[in-house]
């Protein structure tokens, strides 16, 4: 069983990091693709993130790459993801969600390759 649970969220200022923190109780997610996705009032959910757990690799979205890093540690069964220079724009509930099977890059950007969901942890930056 997956069962995702995220926080880390809070209010910051621009320009402020955040670290989010994406905990399994269930299954090691050492197996699982894992993103990260986020969804802004009154717009769709978006992707941030992934890792992938085949290729070992990553991949961000164009709006937060070079300021965002995904990694994750099995031992810990947990996956992270470190925001940096945040921008008001990064307002948004922030979701990780999980799959375990393979992912190309453009399948790993859509929702609904994801099987597991977490509740999600809001991220407020002010200006």
């Known amino acids: 069983q997956v069962q995702l649970v995220e926080s880390g969220g809070g209010l910051v200022q621009a320009g402020d990091s955040l670290r989010l923190s994406c905990a399994n109780s269930?299954?090691?997610?050492?197996?699982?693709?894992v993103a990260w996705f986020r969804q802004a009032p009154g717009k769709e959910r978006e992707f941030v993130a992934v890792?992938?757990?085949?290729?070992?690799?990553?991949y961000y979205a164009d709006s937060v790459k070079g300021r965002f890093t995904i990694s994750r540690d099995n031992a810990k069964n947990m996956v992270y993801l470190q925001m940096n220079s945040l921008k008001p724009e990064d307002t948004a509930v922030y979701y990780c969600?999980?799959?375990?099977?393979?992912?190309?890059?453009?399948?790993?950007?859509?929702?609904?390759?994801?099987?597991?969901w977490g509740q999600g942890t809001q991220v407020t930056v002010s200006s």
């Open positions: 269930g299954r090691t997610l050492s197996s699982y693709n």
């Open positions: 890792t992938r757990w085949s290729a070992g690799s990553t």
């Open positions: 969600a999980a799959t375990a099977f393979s992912l190309g890059i453009t399948t790993a950007q859509a929702k609904s390759s994801y099987a597991y």
